[in-house]
C-alpha cells in the first residue's frame, strides 16, 4: 500500500475519492460511477481497434511477468489480445473541475439515506450470526463492518461492472495526463501484476473479476494487491470470494481494519469544539498538518479544542478532525487511531465519517 499524508488528500471529498485509489477502496464516488453507466454502453465503453499486445510497453511488461512470476508469454500475449481498452475509465480519472466549497453536510446525505439504512439493516439481520462471529474474533463492531460495505456498494447493489483486467491495462498504459501521471501508471502496473497473479494463484480467469472503473473489486471494493495481502475465506469454502460472498467481504474487511490498527472496545470519534480565536486557528492548521494519524494526547489539546464528551478516555491518542461545511462554519471532531484505520481503507476525512455515522443510524433503526 502507498501512504500519502498529504493534508490536501486528508481533507477530501468526492474530488479526491476519485483520485485517492492508493487504498483499497476507490469506490465512494459511487455517484460518479452510476452517471457513466446511464452514458456508456458497452459498445461505446471499449475502442475495438485498440490491440494492447502491439504496445511497447505492455512487450516489456509481459516480458516482466514471464521472468518474475514464470507465466508464458504466449498465454500473457493472447490475455492481452482479448483485453478491452476502456475509455470511460481513462474519463473518469481526469481531476475533476474546481467545484464548490467541500460540503461534508450534503456528502453526508449521499451515503446516510433511507434506501442505503434499510439495505444495510436487511444486510445485518441476514448477516448477525456472521457479524457477532467477526466482532469476537478481530474486535470490529458489526457497525462499522456494515457502515462501511453501505458506503462502499450498497451491500453489493453497486459493485461496477468492469472487468478489472480491461480497466486496470487501460489505467496502467494509458493514464490521462495528469501531474501525478507517471506515479499512478506505476500504481496500476502493479495492481495488473497483482490481479495476475491473484488469479493464476487462484486458478481463476483474470478475466472473471468484476468491479469499478478503478479496478476495485466485490462488495467491499479491494483492490487486487488487497486482495492478495488481505482478503480471507470467512466462509470456509476454499475460495476468496468478494463479489459473491458476503462472508468473505466481511472477514476481509475486518481482517484490513484489524491489519491497519484497529484497537478493540476503542471508540472512533468524539465531538470537539474550537475555542475561537486567531492563536487557536494557527494551533488548529498545524494539528491537521499532521495528517492521518492520533498523535495528541487531551492535555496537549486542552485550550484550543476541547470535547464536551466526558467519556473520551485519557491516555490515548488523538488526532484532530476538521470537516468542512461550505459556506457554513467548520465541524471539528476528535479521532482515535480507529477513525485513522478507516481512514487507510479510503483517504478521506469524509468517507471515514460517513463509514460510522451510517453504521450508527443502521444499527439505531434496527432497534426500532
Ligand atoms: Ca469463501
Redesign the pocket.
Known sequence: MFKKTSKFLALSCVYVAMLSTYSPSSSATDNVVKKSKKKQTATKNQQADVHFTQWKEVSVFITDMVAKHGFQADELNAMFEQTRYIETARQLMRPAPPGKPKNWKAYRARFVEPYRIDAGVAFWNKNADLLARTEQQYGIPAEIIVGLIGVETIYGKNTGSFRAMDVLTTLAFDYPETPTRETRMQFFRSELENLLVLAKESGADPFAFKGSYAGAIGLPQFMPGSIRQYAV?????G???LNE?A??AIGSVANYLSLHGWKRNLPTVFPATLSPSDENQAQLKTAISKGLRATYTLNDLKGFLTTPSSDAPDGILYGVIDLQNGEDADEYWLGTDNFFAITQYNRSYFYAMSVIDLGRVISAARQN
Request: hydrophobic share 25%; no cysteine; proline share 0%.
Open positions: 475465506d470467512f466462509d470456509g469454502d475460495k476468496i470470494n460472498s462472508a468473505d
